[in-house]
């Protein structure tokens, strides 16, 4: 099986690393020093699930890459769209493309640009970055990939993709209704996003006070209404079971948003908060926690140079 990675950043470089670890011929898409890197000293995984040196293929051309059977896309969301025009001489007729990017509208993006057919739907939960150039470092002991076909059947590539997993050391499974999957995880993304950027601490004291506490369930409780007014098959108490989850988190874990926020790097926040706003002002669904974030984040959506530069 031949996996083309685009964007070998924590999710794209970890899952990626495990499938060629399980025997499949996986190529990854990078850039700059860290693609420097990967060629010359191959992909290193450090993890306390088991540590891992790869020799690999590496390119900033994904169409010296291909044919591919699985094309797994982990760019962030904003390279969305040049990344799908760079991937278009590797979609053959029997190629599937999984989108593992956060957001709830990443699928919709590759329909544009895909045949419908190569699309499936796809979540990941790791928590993992680019350590120094050439090494993803994973932590915690959660690393699981869920994906499906949005009809809900059967098919012969996710049992073959999840078999490939399975060989690999990934926790995977194939869900019947991906598209309740993505909300799922959607749902706790914005909550852990937006306030462990828009209060700078990680998950452990947010929870932990009462106010904070309070203002994480309501942000996700928006979601939850915005997604069940799109018709989505959710809970009305999966903001609480989000919640309880949330309890079970390290205190010291945060999100990648935050870790952005800190480095002075691009938020995904118009497709987080911001698309929740946007989608609940399309359905009519009033969300005001999430526009506030939306707002207390405004300076900083384009990094901190930007910001720098308007000032």
């Not at 051309?61 to 760019?75: E, K, M, Q, R």
């Not at 050439?134 to 959660?142: K, N, R, W």
Request: proline content about 3%.
């Amino acid at each position: 099986m031949r996996v083309v990675v685009i964007g070998t950043g924590g999710v794209g470089g970890y899952f990626g690393g495990r499938l060629a670890q399980g025997g499949c011929d996986v190529r990854f898409v990078a850039r700059g020093e860290h693609l420097a890197a990967l060629r010359e000293h191959g992909l290193r995984i450090e993890s306390k699930l088991g540590d891992l040196q790869l020799a690999v293929r590496a390119s900033d051309d994904a169409a010296s890459l291909g044919p591919a059977d699985f094309i797994l896309i982990s760019v962030k969301l904003w390279d969305t769209e040049t990344a799908l025009q760079a991937i278009a001489p590797l979609v053959g007729p029997e190629t599937a493309v999984v989108s593992f990017q956060n957001g709830v509208e990443k699928e919709e993006i590759l329909r544009r640009h895909l045949p419908q057919r190569a699309v499936l739907g796809g979540v990941s939960y790791v928590s993992a970055k680019i350590l120094r150039p050439g090494v993803i470092s994973q932590s915690g002991a959660m690393q699981k990939l869920v994906f499906g076909e949005f009809d809900g059947s059967a098919s012969d590539r996710t049992a073959a993709l999840l078999d490939a997993c399975k060989r690999g050391g990934i926790d995977a499974e194939i869900s019947p209704d991906i598209t309740r999957a993505i909300w799922e995880k959607f749902i706790f993304l914005v909550g852990l996003s937006a306030v462990t950027t828009a209060m700078r601490s990680t998950i452990g004291p947010i929870r932990g006070n009462g106010r904070t506490r309070s203002f994480l369930l309501d942000v996700m409780r928006e979601v939850v209404a915005v997604g069940r007014a799109q018709g989505v098959h959710l809970e009305e108490d999966l903001a609480e079971k989000q919640l309880a989850f949330c309890d079970g988190l390290p205190p010291g874990m945060t999100s990648s948003m935050h870790t952005d926020l800190e480095a002075g790097r691009r938020l995904e926040l118009d497709w987080l908060s911001g698309g929740v706003t946007e989608l609940g002002r399309l359905a009519g669904v009033s969300t005001p926690l999430n526009r506030a974030v939306c707002d207390i984040l405004a300076l900083h959506t384009q990094g901190r140079n930007a910001n720098s530069q308007a000032g």
